[in-house]
């Protein structure tokens, strides 16, 4: 079955950086569009970067446009995401998506805090 499974978070000072990894397995990681999204306390989910299957197109979210960076190893069946210049309203948990046969996949996330 699809699994993912992200790690890399964190707690980090406004400024710098981390870089998150989502393992994936279960299903043919090289022919699907993979995302990442982010859920603070007491907000709803947000897409924050998508990368297509080659890495040919990446897209990101407003916030994190700059300072963030998707990227994927197709023979490690892996994704990443690259994050610098952290600030404080970057703290969420982070999720790795696959839309996998019409239904969207989770892993159970990595959380990561911004603060001094």
């Known amino acids: 079955q699809v699994q993912l499974v992200e790690s890399g978070g964190g707690l980090v000072q406004p400024g710098g950086s981390l870089r998150l990894s989502c393992a994936a397995s279960?299903?043919?990681?090289?022919?699907?569009?993979m995302r990442w999204y982010r859920q603070a306390p007491g907000k709803e989910r947000e897409l924050v970067a998508g990368i297509t299957s080659t890495a040919g197109s990446t897209n990101y979210a407003d916030s994190v446009k700059g300072r963030f960076t998707i990227s994927r190893d197709n023979a490690k069946n892996t994704v990443y995401l690259q994050m610098n210049s952290l600030k404080p309203e970057d703290t969420a948990v982070y999720y790795c998506n696959v839309y996998y046969y019409g239904i969207n996949r989770w892993g159970k996330g990595t959380l990561v805090t911004v603060s001094s």
């Open positions: 279960g299903f043919s990681f090289s022919t699907y569009p």
